[in-house]
């Protein structure tokens, strides 16, 4: 069979390089013919033009290398079985991704309902092979991925399948709705239920803003500002008298000599 090549643990399959014979302008709706018509290779050209965007799919929506490898080898079978009954009423990449969706959920129902512990991705043995390019964070977000990963595998099915294909593959809402078969108001109303599970279970992940300095106070100039008031002048005793300063607030009415005496008791005393 075309797509059954040598399965390798823990990616997907690796069918046989597609024959020379095919043309090279040849699209997936010639090859999907060709392969109808008997063609050994043209299925293992047609997957071998789509298999990262399969796969990362595939991957995604498990979050397990060896649960999509199943679910991808299982969605090609079935795939190249039904080929003759594709009516042509979408696009093959389409038509292979609404099979692979349709894998993963069925083994995501069938793990809800026999759950098990798997193990984390990224702890298998090195030296096992992937098969295919698995969509990989850097090294120093690896624990944010493991959690985001984490979050998606706690969204129903169908909001993880709507979420996957639009945020993380970057289809946009009509294609989703072709692959999932599905009217494009079920796939916004999916990932819009998604994102606020996403957000929170993940609000931690969120960068705290930063403390606000306080800003320094503005002097208002709305007008001109008011000159400096001069002291009062006090009630002037002669020419040469100066006036009386704030520093001085006794009014010079009432200034006696030096022994305490007024001038009139001084000229009654020499009388």
Not at 64 to 79: G, I, K, P, T
Not at 109 to 114: I, S, T
Not at 164 to 173: E, I, K, R, W
Not at 211 to 226: C, D, L
């Amino acid at each position: 069979m075309g797509v059954r090549g040598e399965r390798t643990t823990g990616g997907p399959v690796d069918p046989p390089v597609a024959s020379s014979a095919q043309p090279a302008g040849a699209t997936d709706l010639d090859l999907l013919h060709a392969h109808v018509a008997g063609d050994q290779h043209a299925f293992a050209e047609i997957f071998h033009r789509h298999r990262d965007r399969l796969w990362a799919v595939a991957l995604r929506t498990l979050g397990d290398r060896e649960e999509a490898a199943d679910a991808l080898q299982d969605a090609l079978l079935s795939a190249h079985r039904a080929a003759g009954r594709f009516r042509g009423d979408s696009a093959v990449t389409t038509w292979l991704h609404r099979i692979v969706v349709n894998a993963c959920l069925d083994r995501i129902r069938r793990r809800q309902a026999h759950p098990t512990v798997p193990l984390p991705d990224g702890v298998r043995d090195a030296d096992s092979g992937t098969g295919g390019v698995e969509p990989a964070a850097p090294v120093q977000d690896h624990d944010t991925a493991l959690v985001v990963r984490q979050a998606l595998a706690e969204l129903p099915p169908e909001q993880r399948a709507a979420l996957v294909l639009v945020d993380l593959q970057g289809y946009s809402v009509a294609e989703v709705a072709r692959i999932l078969d599905v009217a494009e108001g079920t796939v916004k109303s999916r990932c819009a239920r998604g994102r606020a599970r996403l957000a929170v279970q993940l609000g931690h992940l969120r960068p705290r803003p930063a403390p606000q300095r306080a800003k320094p106070q503005q002097t208002e100039q709305a007008g001109p500002q008011p000159a400096p008031q001069q002291p009062e002048p006090g009630p002037a005793t002669g020419p040469n008298v100066p006036a009386v300063t704030r520093g001085n607030p006794r009014l010079p009415g009432g200034v006696r000599s030096g022994s305490g005496r007024s001038r009139r008791d001084a000229h009654q005393e020499d009388a």
